[in-house]
Every structure is written in C-alpha cells, then in structure tokens.
C-alpha cells in the first residue's frame, strides 16, 4: 500500500481550484479537478470536507458540533480569499494551496517544499487511489505530538506512523492498540482528521519530506479540522470537545487491581485473595481473566466453564466478603464451538463474510500461541453495527453484574483487517476496523452504567478517537523487563497527549518474566502516579511471590497510593473537565520551557507533582526540575529549579518532587477503598501534606 513505503510524487496529480462560491453565508465551496471540497471557519479554526460522502456510517466519533462563522469571499484569477472576523485563508488555485492568518500571524500553510519539477515537491492536496493527501508545513525544530499510544518518543518528528490499531503482541514497534488521527505542535496548532479510516502521518518523515506534516487519509472522503490554539493544554480542550471527555471513575477504581493470565481454578483465586488480605497488601480489585472463567474452546458467550465454576456466585461473594471488587475478561468473539456462534449467525448478528453470505470465521495467528498462549478457536465477530447484536451483547452483561461482577476487561477488538468482513451497515473490514474498538468500548460500558452497582468503570485495550468517554485503557502486553517499562510509561504519557487522560501498565511487564524484583519494585513505584494501577502478567504478580525485600518496598509504595488517592481523584476531576491527562508530560506541562521538553521520561501528575520514575537497573535517575522552587517529596527538602539532579535511590524511594506552595490532600492509610471514612471530594477537610507529615505504617 501507499502508506507502507515512499509514494512516487511524479504520478500523483494534485488538487487544482476550478471555481469557488458561497454556497451559505457559513460556507465556501471549491469546485476542483477532483472533488467539491467545503471551507468552513468556526470558534477553534478551519474545518475541510469533501462534499460527496463515500459513507453515510456516522460512528458518533464527533459528538460536539462547532459554531460556524460568517464568511466574506473574494476572488481572482489565482486565488480564492475567504475570511471572518477573526480569519483569514488565502488559496492559490493550480495547485491548491492555503495560507491561514489571524491578522499578520500565519497559523499554518502549505509546506514550503518547493522542487525543480513542480512547485510543491509533496502534494499540498491531492486525491489518490489510496485516499486523499493534505501537506502542512513544519518549522526547522518544530515538534509534533499525539496520534495515539506510541511506545518511542513522544516527540513524533522523523517518524512514518499509521493510526490504525493493531494487536501489537508487545511495546517494541510502531504499531499499538490505541490510536487517534489527532496532532498538535506547541507552536499553536492542531490537526484532527474525523474518520474511521486508516490514516498515515508523516510528521517530517525524510523520507517523504522532513519539511511537511502529510497525511494519506485512506478513504475517498475527508473531514478535517485544523486547531488554532495558544497552549498545549488549549488545543486538548477543543479536541476534547469535539470528541468527548472522560467522566470521572468510581473512587475503588484507583485502588490497586490484582491480575494474573491466570489463576486457574477456584481454589487458587480465593487462596490468593486470602493471601492478599494476610500480607496487608493494598488491594481493592481481583482479576478473573480470560481462561479462568471461560472454556477457551467455547468462548466467548458470557458462560462460566461448570468444569471449574458450579456455583460462581459464591465465588464471587466469597471475594465481596473480604472486601474485594471483582473484574471479569472478556472479548468481541464467539467460539464456532458454541451454540451461541449458530444462533447469532442466523440473526445476522456476527460480521458476515463477503463471499458466502455466511457469518465470517475468524482464523487466529497461531504464531503468537505457541509458548505461553492458549491457541483460540475459529470465531465469529460480533457486529456492533446491527442495533439488535449491541443491544444484545450490552443486556448479556447483567447477570454477570446481578451477581456482583463491578469491572469488564475489554480486552481484543483489533480483528477486522479483511475487507471480505461485511457489517449490517454495509461498511466493510478496513473501514471499520479502528470504529470497532470504539462501538465495543461503547457498548460494554453502557452495559455497566445500566447494570453495574458500584458505578461504571471498564478497562479496554484497544481504542479509537472518542473511546477516552468509556473509561480506561490499559497497555497491552508488554516485555517483562527495563524496555518493556520505559515503553509502557511513553505509551501512557503519548495516550494522555492525545485526549485520553486514564491510563494503567501491567505492572511487572505481560511476558517473558524473569523474577526481577527490582524491576517489579520499580514498575509498581512508577505506577503508584498513573490514574489506575494493575499488577498483571503471565506468572505471579504478587509482590511476595518476588521475595521479603520487594514485597516490603512494594507494600510501601501502595500504602502510598492510597494516601495519595485525594489528591489524584481531584486530577481526575480535573482531566474530566478540561480533558488534561492524569500523567502530563513535559512539553505539556511545561510548554514554555524547550529544556523541560526534551526529558520525555519524568512526567507531572496533576498540577502540582513531578514524577521520574526509576528505568533502570542502577537505581540512578536523572530528573530535571523546571524554573521555581520544588519540594521533595514526601521528606519536603527543598531544591531549587533550573537544574538537573542525579539521585541514587534505595529500593523504597522514588524521586518525585512538588512545586513550592503546593500542597497534597492526604488520605487514610486503608487496605481498601471499602474503608475510608472520609469525602475525597472536600479536599479542604483533610490534612495537606507538607503541613502534616506522611507516615506509613
């Protein structure tokens, strides 16, 4: 495909304006050699769309519309002039090209790339066989940031990335689980491209062009908005507003939730619930995974394996009794092996394929199954598309729900790669693909906020443009070791810098897993500042399963969490309202400073904390503190900012500072959230750290 490798710029022909006209006092149509494409000015900048839809599918991606402006056009033999009171858009015509102002400041225009063959060495607008080309020009140094959940540098400059959403099988490439067609530069502005599609971004990719943004939208239709912004912070609210904000997650959600892939009976879950409460672990969630409650040959229809399950509410109530919430897995695919795949195909419920007419059998990669996997059986899909299968799928979760499940494990839903799937909706594989993740997220968590008592929280792995309004998302699947925790946390901070502001790792890393105490100290101490934490992988993820000393550090750490709860509860207020993530990096954060930039492993949680977590094996970490006067934290020794520390930490610290004048709402010290006797909503009423001293017990 075009996407996958340098396009021949020779033999694409560009976008040329043949006529232009007001077709509303808010709108300006083009009339080009390729298609009608409409400009419309509103309260956050430009937006751009091709007149003829290939699709009427609306995925509810955009949920907010913006206010269009009045519109003044002018005309001459070159160019079309559009502007408004606060605008201005100058378009050359052969080939099209655009300069946007406000007064004599140029927010964005057509890469300057010019070559001895044409005038622009990369189309500035160009319609292919692939989909639709549109070029935005970079500055020498300018970084780009979002467009999803990355595990490299945060700064995407350099970098050929797809927004198309992958079972990434780890955190080592560009693919990942979670992506957004959404960018922005520090510079002031932002680009998000509204569509299902797969979206290619080269942001200065030299092989294309290290002077332009270019993005190859794969679809014959467009709809694109260009952000005018003044801050980092600012272009996330408007993309939030167009998309959505997350709400704010029940309380116990930010308590720690325990996983494991998996325990394997009855008799283990409950030993290790019993376990946990003896060893005075922190711990308020208690995993059921995939192949702990359903038989992987049947799976997935909502049944608990009887081999194994006789009675499950009486598991379930068991683990209520020691004060534990419950999460169940599941995903978006039914067994061939289950009646249930023959009842859903017959009411055209599950992708259909193409060819046959017949419901689509889904055939695993067994490749990724062979060491640790179980191998999964051939399954059908289901179609989030017909109303009938969401609405059935949402109503299957409440007996799970009516017994006391209170959290789904969303996990899959990045299977629709063959355009032989066909949905109700007419849309095929590709198209569908990324909206899928989306209509999943959806639908589960609609499911809990209709069935689920203690309050609708979800974790999903794969995610689309608007899935931060489901809360959370998890990182899936990474290395048990150093690179795998450096890839999660640039995941975590990438995610939030794309508009979803909840995240969580599997803390100790998924696979591979060595029984490195110290880097299961570590992963767990970073995560104590994340908006959710799981300890989850292949193999034990009980901090004493990995010794006396790792289990007193990590112990340490998560008493610290829950005294912390206040304080990150009201962040997550916060990200809820102007869609900030919880975990901010640095450029946003500290937008101002290019110094404070450039360090993409120390992060802000909330307005107030700096985090650096511990990388490496060294126990060394270097942290660098913006202009100001910081805090240590939680000893409060002072040091002053604009400079660089090296600390060397024992196995029970962590290098985490807080700015002067700053405080922290402090908690109770409770094993639980079942526990706490206070309102975390009136931060006022409780001690504020560091005019009350931090002790754990």
Not at 342 to 355: F, I, P, S, T
């Amino acid at each position: 495909m075009l996407s996958l490798q340098t396009p021949d710029w020779n033999k694409i022909e560009q976008c040329v304006v043949l006529d232009a006209s007001l077709s509303s006092k808010e709108t300006v149509i083009l009339k080009t050699n390729q298609d009608d494409i409409c400009i419309s000015i509103n309260e956050f900048g430009l937006r751009l769309t091709t007149t003829k839809k290939a699709h009427d599918f609306d995925y509810g991606i955009v949920i907010n519309d913006t206010v269009a402006c009045t519109l003044k056009l002018d005309l001459s033999d070159t160019h079309v002039f559009i502007s408004s009171d606060k605008y201005q858009i100058s378009i050359q015509k052969s080939p099209f090209a655009f300069t946007w102002s406000k007064g004599k400041h140029i927010i964005q225009k057509t890469p300057n790339d010019e070559h001895f063959v044409r005038q622009y060495r990369l189309p500035p607008l160009a319609q292919t066989d692939e989909g639709w080309l549109f070029s935005l020009d970079l500055g020498a140094e300018e970084p780009v940031y979002g467009l999803g959940e990355k595990w490299s540098s945060l700064n995407k400059r350099g970098h050929l990335i797809r927004s198309f959403n992958v079972d990434a099988l780890g955190v080592n490439a560009e693919i990942s689980y979670k992506n957004t067609p959404f960018a922005w530069s520090p510079e002031g502005w932002g680009i998000f491209i509204n569509t299902p599609a797969p979206v290619t971004h080269s942001v200065g990719h030299p092989a294309w062009s290290q002077r332009a943004y270019t993005a190859l939208i794969e679809d014959a239709f467009f709809d694109i908005y260009l952000l005018d912004s003044d801050s980092p912070l600012h272009t996330l609210e408007m993309y939030t507003h167009l998309t959505g904000k997350a709400p704010v997650p029940p309380l116990w959600s930010l308590g720690v939730i325990l996983s494991k892939a998996y325990y394997k009976d009855v008799p283990e879950l409950l030993a290790t619930a019993k376990a946990v409460r003896e060893h005075n672990m922190p711990c308020d969630v208690i995993t059921i995974d995939g192949r702990a409650w359903q038989d992987t040959d049947t799976r997935f229809a909502f049944e608990w394996d009887p081999k194994r399950y006789d009675d499950p509410a009486s598991v379930i109530k068991t683990l209520k009794d020691q004060n534990f919430k419950v999460c169940v897995w599941e995903y978006p695919l039914v067994s061939v092996q289950n009646k249930l795949f023959d009842e859903m195909a017959a009411k055209g419920w599950l992708l259909k394929d193409k060819r046959t007419g017949e419901a689509y059998r889904y055939q695993w990669d067994m490749s990724a199954f062979a060491e640790v996997l179980t191998p999964l059986p051939e399954s059908g899909i289901v179609d989030f598309t017909h109303p009938d299968a969401f609405n059935f799928w949402l109503e299957a979760h409440k007996p799970l729900f009516d017994i006391g499940v209170d959290m789904i494990k969303a996990d899959f839903g990045e299977q629709l790669e063959d355009d032989n799937m066909l949905a109700y909706n007419g849309d095929s594989g590709i198209r569908l693909h990324n909206a899928y993740s989306l209509l999943y997220n959806r639908c589960v968590y609609e499911a809990a906020a209709k069935y689920c008592q203690s309050g609708p929280f979800l974790f999903s792995r794969s995610a689309w443009a608007g899935s931060q309004r489901y809360p959370s998302q998890w990182g899936g699947d990474p290395q048990a070791d150093w690179g795998g925790l450096i890839g999660s946390i640039r995941g975590a901070l990438s995610w939030g810098m794309s508009g979803a502001p909840y995240f969580a790792t599997d803390v100790g890393g998924f696979y591979k897993d060595k029984r490195d105490p110290l880097l299961f100290v570590r992963w767990s101490q970073a995560a104590v500042f994340s908006a959710h934490m799981r300890l989850h992988g292949i193999g034990q993820r009980e901090p004493w399963s990995y010794g006396p000393e790792a289990e007193a550090a990590v112990n340490k750490a998560l008493k610290l969490r829950y005294i912390l709860m206040p304080y990150i509860y009201s962040v997550m207020h916060q990200a809820s309202e102007t869609g900030l993530p919880v975990m901010r990096a640095m450029p946003l954060a500290f937008a101002d400073d290019r110094i404070a930039q450039s360090f993409e492993m120390q992060y802000m949680l909330g307005d107030s904390m700096l985090v650096a977590p511990c990388t490496n094996p060294h126990s060394k970490v270097e942290v660098y503190l913006p202009k100001g006067d910081w805090l240590r934290f939680p000893c409060a020794t002072p040091f002053s900012g604009g400079q660089l520390l090296t600390l060397s930490l024992e196995l029970d610290e962590m290098a985490v500072f807080v700015k002067q004048g700053h405080t922290i709402a402090i908690g109770e010290q409770v094993e639980h959230t079942q526990a706490i006797s206070a309102d975390y909503t009136k931060l006022e009423r409780l001690p504020q750290w560091p005019n009350s001293a931090i002790e754990l017990n």
